[in-house]
């Protein structure tokens, strides 16, 4: 496994090693000793999710104010375009984000710590993302922040206006949104 920080130091990129050959593939999606070896961080996952959306489809920009959730997310079919907003008022990269393409071929894992908003479009005709979290879903605590937020500036490679959800299409303004300390 390697791991690779982004302009945000607190997210990653995760390449884990693949073993393959003309019959297919082996990876480990997840190893608890090595993720903290590797990484230096003690994460406890607790919940395991599968998505499942189509072409242009974004979901996003969401976080729980409490009970916040680290997500380790990964595409197992397709791919997407998947970014973390740092809301943490006290942080130096306050307000900033990053992005990685995320696919079913390059097999990368991005982490998405707590005290951070995540949201991912759909690039391929569907795609299929699975994501590992550090609390529990928490709907009475669930935010959401604009995905075109202008303060934040997010370079989405989409052409047209994404397919979102009614309640995503209602998110805050990033100026307006509940934040962490």
Known sequence: MIVNKTKIPDVLIVEPAVFGDERGFFLESFNQ????????LKTRFVQHNHSRSSRNVLRGLHYQIQQPQGKLVRVVLGEVFDVAVDIRKSSPSFGQWVGAHLSA????????????????VVLSEVAEFLYLTTDYYAPEHERSIIWNDPDLNINWPVETEPNLSAK???AAAFKNADLFP
């Open 168 to 170: 995503d299409s209602q």
């Open 105 to 120: 071929e390059n097999k990368k894992q991005f982490w998405v710590p707590e005290g951070f908003a995540h949201g991912f």
């Open 33 to 40: 000793q090595r993720w903290q070896d590797t990484t230096g």
